[in-house]
């Protein structure tokens, strides 16, 4: 029972993405629609089952858990989950506890994340264009954000900063983006746009901007060198030599990054995903649910699970159609 997950190819997975609630206090126009239909609390796992489930991946050779939602610090009570996982870093089964936030709540948790454990967060933010931020995130507000990221940093909290390339409304920003970044001593990845979800009236091939084109943007101003660097995640690294910052690249679409998979991701409701990009999946709530005195029911169900991981996914939008489209939306399977 102690063998350590490997999948059909021979991968390790060491790496799970763990969105503990669906909701968020963003409507970003790529990610779900504005009105959304958020799933009934009783089909979400509870703040006990969350530890008991990422407790069973810890115990099976799970190395790395990284906190998603929606937006997870949104989640009522979810410092109690966050400080229940301390324990796994103390005994050095857990080599990191991470989270991916929007930035709206730091000001209030960055601290109690500090003490956790936590060391590293992702904040996603795509303009630091206020007028353009309320636009694309419907429902936020910038200086918010940015008050959050100052907090997190006097917590002593490392912060990676994700933009999603859109075409046509970002990419003026490059440079001022990442000048802000360098001068903050914060890294920078850019991602693709994902064909996740109907969001109603956007038009999702108008938005793609092939991180190919970003990185040949950099390269009019930098001297930019690839990177052989790899941080068990998906992205690509180069380092622009004037500020010797280094830029991640997370391209789904103009080049996979799957031979090197070694994560999956649970939903708030209890479904482990083996692949963002394919629909298959396996419910982990029922045995979980249906033994609650023995674990021995969730661990062969999740072995069975890992057995059916995919080589890769299919995203592809180099016919001008969303071959591959996922109908789940990002804020369903975790960002």
Known sequence: MNAPLIDPFARAITYLRVSVTDRCDFRCVYCMSENMTFLPKKELLTLEELDRMCSTFVRLGVEKLRITGGEPLVRKGIMTFFRSMTRHL??????????????????????????????????????????????????????????????????????????????????????????????????????????????????????????????????????????????????????????GQKIGFITPLSHNFCESCNRVRLTCTGELYMCLGQEDMADLRAPLRAHPDSDAPLEDAIRAAISHKPKGHDFDYSRQRLDGQMSRHMSHTGG
Do not use: H
């Open 90 to 243: 103390e005994s050095g089964a857990l080599r990191e506890l991470t989270v991916t936030t929007n930035g709206s709540q730091l000001e209030k948790y960055a601290a109690e994340l500090r003490d956790a454990g936590v060391r590293r967060i992702n904040v996603s933010l795509d303009t630091l264009d206020e007028k353009k931020f309320a636009d694309i995130t419907r429902w936020g507000r910038l200086p918010q954000v940015l008050r959050g990221i100052d907090a997190a940093q006097a917590a002593g909290l490392r912060i990676k900063i994700n933009a999603v390339a859109l075409k046509g409304f970002n990419e003026e920003e490059l440079p001022r983006i990442t000048a802000w970044c360098a001068e903050r001593d914060m890294d920078l990845t850019w991602i693709e746009v994902m064909p996740m979800g109907d969001i109603g009236n956007e038009n999702r091939l108008g938005q793609f901007w092939s991180l190919s084109d970003v990185r040949a943007a950099y390269a009019q101003n930098y001297t930019v060198t690839d990177l052989a660097e790899r941080t068990g995640g998906p992205a690509r690294y180069v380092r622009l030599e004037e500020t």
